[in-house]
């Protein structure tokens, strides 16, 4: 199963660790096209590899494409997931959205109220591990 991860990488890195615990359980479950988004120097690698913005838009609308299934954490706002997002509604793929509450950010009506979206509210990766169990296990 191929896995797109979205996190915010522009839109703020507050939560980089935390995206890299959810990217640790979904590769139990497959193939993480992403796994970039939950490293600490992801921007400097893009810049050490030469990487426009045209070149990482390409890059990731290929792996978007490529994906069975795509898994945004959607607390932190970001353009870029929300532009994902879009594109995966678009394409029919199927889309989690996990969102903390107790954030400070209040999540986007066109994320909560997009009926192809699937949006869980946890507080933990280990709290919402089942949940990512079941919705991958639903979609394979």
Not at 20 to 29: S, Y
Not at 70 to 89: H, I, M, N
């Amino acid at each position: 199963m191929n896995i797109f991860f979205s996190g915010s990488i522009r839109g703020g890195r507050d939560d980089v660790d935390l995206y890299a615990d959810l990217i640790g359980l979904l590769e139990q479950h497959g193939t993480v096209l992403t796994e970039h988004v939950g490293t600490e120097d992801v921007e400097a690698k893009e810049r050490e590899a030469g990487l426009s913005d045209g070149d990482i838009h390409d890059q990731d609308v290929a792996w978007l494409r490529r994906a069975d299934v795509v898994v945004a954490e959607v607390t932190t706002p970001s353009l870029g997931v929300g532009y994902e997002l879009g594109r995966a509604v678009a394409w029919e793929k199927p889309v989690l959205g996990l969102y903390r509450p107790e954030s400070e950010h209040e999540l986007s009506a066109m994320v909560r109220g997009n009926d192809a979206v699937d949006v869980v509210e946890y507080e933990t990766p280990a709290g919402v591990e089942p949940t990512l169990e079941a919705f991958l296990r639903a979609h394979r």
